[in-house]
């Protein structure tokens, strides 16, 4: 459960993420219960000048099994020797704490004041490898600025725990980040209705790039959509998605350099607009229009009603059918050329791995996917299914994988080493400050790439 976490790194103050629920003692079990339901949360705190004592989920449920009534005051049922812990107390402490008094909550304090409360199950998840932790509070959360401490607080725990891991798998751990931010999205989009009102047509909210691929790492930028039923509703969704925009910015997200979001309202619009530009972008093959394709080949749902998302898709997939489509695209995939030279030689001791290494890949993936109707979003995964069908052969899709798996580990490693120098999330890699060894590793890479576009190029232009 614990492997490759440093508990005595993590303090407590980096699990909590909302403020403490606080009641009257008089408040009923009934009520205590609706309050926890409508909150998420496992407890309540007892409060009239200060904290007096806590009732949990397990109280009021050996409460109900005992007959008391639920008309009952919490005072009646609440355990009122608190055992507490200071929020600069590690994770370590927690667990002792926990076990030692076999307790399941444990109010945390700032100085004096009792600033939140931890569970067992909170600090259980965020230990774990996989942080569910960050799935359930973020679903959980009732506020932009709740969910902005959670995000956070999820970008630190990659930086400070995951990132330790040099061998962390980018495609298992692009599933887990991207399923984190997805929650995190619905949460955002949730809270602006909440904010604006009821939609009043069904929607689809969905995301491209990297975050539609699941190969998102750290701070990746917003890159989303929206789709709505009817046009007459356009003023409201408009609004919609600039509040979420607006959202998403509070929560962390960066924004996306092509302004390829909900924000802006080319990127908002109803079923039949979009079938509609679509349709021009099958006439028009101006770059702006192939660019658009591109993007939208990687679009993945995420919010709202799929049957306008799924609708969109096909009509997208359609598109890889026309030879002319096609060509034009990978052509322009091919563009993006890994810094291989002559004889094999490196050309720079400076590479970009996003420019250099990973995207050379992804795009004539891409293309080639919407060409032969691959399904599969993550780069790897198409890589597979394009060998499946016969658009690749499966030892060049065997070695190209392992090469593209290992470009995207480099390529989360170079971020996180240059935010821990105090630089921007960048993912340029000097090959002169690393082992000869895994030079190695990376030009052999590298000429795996460059093998995969010359095959490529030769058998489909």
């Known amino acids: 459960m614990f492997e490759g976490l440093d508990l005595q790194a993590v303090k407590i103050r980096d699990i909590i993420s909302s403020e403490p629920v606080i009641v009257h003692p008089s408040m009923s079990i009934r009520d205590a219960a609706r309050l926890m339901h409508s909150t998420g949360k496992s407890y309540v705190l007892l409060a009239d000048v200060e904290i007096k004592g806590i009732v949990t989920e397990g109280d009021i449920k050996r409460a109900v099994a005992n007959e008391v009534p639920v008309t009952t005051p919490l005072s009646k049922i609440a355990t009122t020797n608190l055992i507490t812990i200071d929020e600069d107390s590690t994770l370590f402490d927690a667990i002792v704490l926990f076990f030692k008094n076999r307790i399941r909550h444990l109010p945390v304090k700032r100085g004096k004041k009792i600033v939140g409360v931890i569970s067992i199950n909170d600090v259980l998840l965020f230990a ?29 725990f990659i930086i400070e725990n995951l990132a330790r891991d040099e061998y962390v798998n980018p495609v298992d751990f692009g599933k887990i980040l991207g ?24 929607f689809s909210l969905f995301v491209m790039g990297s975050e539609g691929r699941f190969e998102q790492l750290i701070k990746s930028d917003q890159d989303n959509a929206l789709v709505f039923e009817n046009d007459a509703h356009r003023e409201y969704f408009v609004e919609l998605g600039s509040i979420i925009h607006s959202n998403l910015l509070r929560v962390g997200f960066p924004e996306c350099r092509g302004n390829y979001t909900v924000g802006n309202e ?42 306008l998302f799924n609708l969109l898709k096909s009509v997208l997939f359609r598109l890889g059918e026309k030879d002319v489509i096609f060509i034009k695209l990978l052509v322009e995939a091919l563009k993006f050329r890994p810094p291989i030279g002559f004889a094999g030689r490196l050309t720079s001791d400076v590479i970009d791995l996003k420019k250099d290494a ?35 052969s499966k030892e060049l899709a065997a070695n190209l994988k392992t090469s593209y798996v290992f470009l995207k580990r480099m ?29 190695e590793f990376i030009k052999d890479s590298l000429k795996s790439v460059a093998e995969f576009q010359k095959m490529v190029a030769a058998r489909y232009l």
């Open 266 to 307: 080319e990127w908002v619009r109803s079923a039949e607009e979009w079938m509609k530009l679509i349709a021009e972008w099958e006439i028009i093959y101006s770059p702006e229009n192939l660019l658009k394709i591109s993007i939208f080949s990687d679009m993945r749902f995420v919010y709202g009603d799929v049957s």
């Open 128 to 156: 774990s490898r996989i942080p569910f932790y960050f799935l359930d509070s973020s679903a959980k959360a009732q506020s932009i600025d709740e969910l902005g401490e959670i995000y956070r607080k999820l970008n630190t």
């Open 179 to 202: 399923y984190i931010n997805d929650q995190i999205l619905r949460s955002v989009v949730r809270l602006s209705i909440d904010e604006l009102g009821s939609p009043p047509s069904r």
């Open 358 to 392: 990973v995207t050379p890949v992804v795009a004539p993936v891409r293309v080639l996917s919407l060409r032969f109707g691959v399904r599969a979003y993550n780069t790897a995964e198409r890589i597979e299914e394009l060998a499946e069908k016969g658009a690749i």
């Open 411 to 439: 390529q989360f490693l170079a971020q996180v080493a240059n935010i821990r120098r105090g630089k921007e999330k960048i993912n340029l890699l000097n090959l002169k400050e690393l082992p000869k060894l895994r030079v």
